[in-house]
């Protein structure tokens, strides 16, 4: 059920940049949030980031809060996810989602269970 693809991902040195990217076909897109998540070895799957539909609000993890920045072009049909300043506790597969429609609650929007559309992920080394 819909379709994501990410790209984007590398290995980098900590402190450097990279930027991924989400292609989603026009039927997920418009769901009202688009979202990052990342998964380490052995680790649960957690939130990273989000937007909404018109790109006005946005919401992040405080691990990442002030050096990552999600954005979006609806035209494109894209999402994407600046990370800046990266540590090497940033490596992890880091996938885009799309939620189930009509979800509510307090940051809902950071449960990976209210999310049933998923990319394949793009994996994100970073040494130091």
């Known amino acids: 059920q819909g379709q994501l693809v990410e790209s984007g991902g590398g290995s980098v040195q900590a402190g450097g940049s990279l930027r991924l990217s989400c292609a989603a076909s026009?039927?997920?897109?418009?769901?009202?949030?688009m979202a990052w998540f990342r998964q380490a070895p052995g680790k649960d799957r957690e939130f990273v980031a989000a937007i909404n539909w018109s790109g006005d609000r946005t919401y992040y993890a405080d691990s990442v809060k002030g050096r990552f920045a999600i954005s979006r072009d609806n035209a494109k049909n894209t999402v994407y996810l600046q990370m800046n300043t990266l540590k090497p506790e940033d490596t992890a597969v880091y996938y885009c989602a799309a939620p189930r429609e009509f979800q509510y609650g307090t940051n809902w929007y950071a449960s990976a269970s209210r999310y049933d559309a998923w990319g394949q992920g793009t994996q994100v080394t970073v040494f130091s």
């Open positions: 026009r039927r997920t897109f418009n769901r009202d949030i």
